[in-house]
């Protein structure tokens, strides 16, 4: 019988959390975030695979009770569990909290960046245990998706899609294109004969 995959994903708050989980989910991965640390053992034996979220937002949330939290899971066989640790430079995650003018969690009455240093500080014990780290300081939502996907695609999960589309340069290159092919040196399919009856099929 094939182990759960089990993703505790975890690390500094406005590092991009939330946005993995989502990621993870269009993966195929049941999500869940924010579980109170006594729950985390009562989710596990289930035969979808897991991605939970937790950070010091969490009810119960300390270093050390999640690390022996994590130590007991991984000595049931029947689990796969893998630690997920989002890091980002100081000065990105305050301008994150600035821009969006959250506040951060450890710094009601201070400024973000206190908040910043001692949530870094705190949280240190977890990066060094993670399996994975992911640094989304200069990282663009695709990029963290292909890391994720790397490390913990599922077995019947389709590695690769792709999805073709033409348009006009005339309109603009269209903003979610990854891969832009000019191929106006082609002849037009209209004016082909043998193409013509498929000309704007979809």
Do not use: W
């Amino acid at each position: 019988m094939a182990s759960q995959k089990i993703l505790i994903v975890t690390g500094l708050s406005g590092a991009g959390i939330t946005t993995s989980l989502k990621i993870l989910e269009d993966m195929g991965y049941e999500t869940i975030d924010g579980v109170p640390l006594s729950l985390i053992s009562q989710l596990m034996g289930k035969p979808a695979p897991l991605a939970i979220g937790v950070d010091i937002r969490t009810r119960g949330f300390g270093v050390e009770p999640l690390l022996e939290e994590l130590d007991q899971l991984k000595t049931r066989t029947e689990l796969d569990i893998s630690l997920v640790f989002m890091d980002c430079d100081d000065e990105i995650i305050e301008r994150r909290y600035v821009e969006t003018r959250h506040r951060h969690p450890l710094a009601d009455d201070r400024p973000v960046s206190d908040g910043i240093r001692h949530e870094r500080q705190l949280l240190a014990p977890l990066r060094e245990r993670a399996d994975l780290v992911i640094d989304t300081t200069a990282m663009a939502i695709k990029d963290c998706k292909r890391i994720l996907q790397g490390n913990f695609a599922l077995d019947d999960q389709k590695n690769l899609s792709i999805f073709v589309t033409s348009f006009s340069f005339k309109k603009g290159i269209p903003r979610e294109a990854d891969l832009v092919f000019d191929v106006r040196f082609l002849r037009n399919p209209y004016y082909d004969i043998s193409l013509r009856p498929t000309y704007g099929a979809r």
